[in-house]
C-alpha cells in the first residue's frame, strides 16, 4: 500500500512517534511517505495515496492545531478525502491537560474522518519498551486491517 503518514509537530515528540510509525509500516512492507503538514503541499503529497496515517500533538484544551487543520482543508478542497477504512490516526499530547482533552485533536481528526481505526495516544515524547511496543502493536494492527483493502 501507498501510505502518506502527515504529522504535525511543534516540538519533536509526535515527529519521533511518526518515525517508529514509518519504521515499522516499511517493515510491513508498506510504502511510506512521511510529510511534516507544516509546510507540505498537500495537493501534490495528497496524490495517488491508499491510505492516510495522520499524527497530530493536541493544542490548548483539546484543540487541532492550525497547521494540522490547514493541511486537512487543502486535502478536502484538493485530491479529495480518502474514506474512512482508509484513515488512522495517532497524537501525542499530556494529560496533565485533563483526561477530556488528553490527545484531543488526535480524537477529533478520527471523528471528522470517521476513522474505524483506533487511536494511538503516546504521552508526550515516546519512550522506553512500553511505547515502544504501544506503537508497533498499533501499526501491526492497523496494517492487517488496510492490507485487506484493495489499492486505490
Ligand atoms: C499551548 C499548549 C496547549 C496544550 N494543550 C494540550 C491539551 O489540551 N491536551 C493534551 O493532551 N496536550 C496538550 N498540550 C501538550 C502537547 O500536545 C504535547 O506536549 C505534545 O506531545 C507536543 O507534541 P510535539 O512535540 O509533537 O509538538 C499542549 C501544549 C501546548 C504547548
Redesign the pocket.
Known sequence: MHVLLAYA???????EVARIVAARLGAHGHAVRCVDVDGAQAVEVGQQLDVLLLGC???????TPTEMKQFVAALRDGPGLPPPPRVAVFG????Q?GQE????AAHRLARFFGSPHPVLEIE?MPHGDADTRSIHQWVDQVSAAIEILPPC
Open positions: 509537530s511543534l516540538s519533536g515528540n509526535t515527529r500533538w493536541t493544542d490548548n484544551a483539546g484543540r501525542t499530547g499530556e494529560t491537560w482533552y488528553y490527545c484531543g508526550q
